[in-house]
Nanobody
């Protein structure tokens, strides 16, 4: 059973930074692609960033490219999302997710509980 526990988030001023963490249970974390998604009020959930099992391959939504960095520490079973130069439009509930395999599905099967990120203007 996959368990994803998120931490971080909160309220930050525009231009500021936050780091989200997502710790996974299990012994096969290093075999899983991981991702971050977000859902803003009135909008559908969308992809933010993804990372392959080794951490060598990453992908980003155009809206966050150059500002956000996804990384992972397989020894800690943790994936991170470093968010810099935050904008009010980044305000959303952020979710980490995995499909429990080496590639990230469009709709992963396992999700963290979600963490609120609010960026004030």
């Amino acid at each position: 059973q996959m368990q994803l526990v998120q931490s971080g988030g909160g309220l930050v001023q525009a231009g500021g930074s936050l780091r989200l963490s997502c710790e996974a249970s299990g012994r096969s974390f290093s075999s899983y692609a991981m991702g971050w998604f977000r859902q803003a009020p009135g909008k559908e959930r969308g992809f933010v960033a993804g990372i392959n099992p080794s951490g060598a391959g990453t992908s980003y939504a155009n809206s966050v490219k150059g500002r956000f960095t996804i990384s992972r520490d397989n020894a800690k079973n943790t994936v991170y999302l470093q968010m810099n130069s935050l904008k009010p439009e980044d305000t959303a509930v952020y979710y980490c997710a995995t499909d429990g395999r080496g590639v990230l599905a469009t709709t992963p099967g396992y999700w963290g509980q979600g963490t609120q990120v609010t960026v004030s203007s």
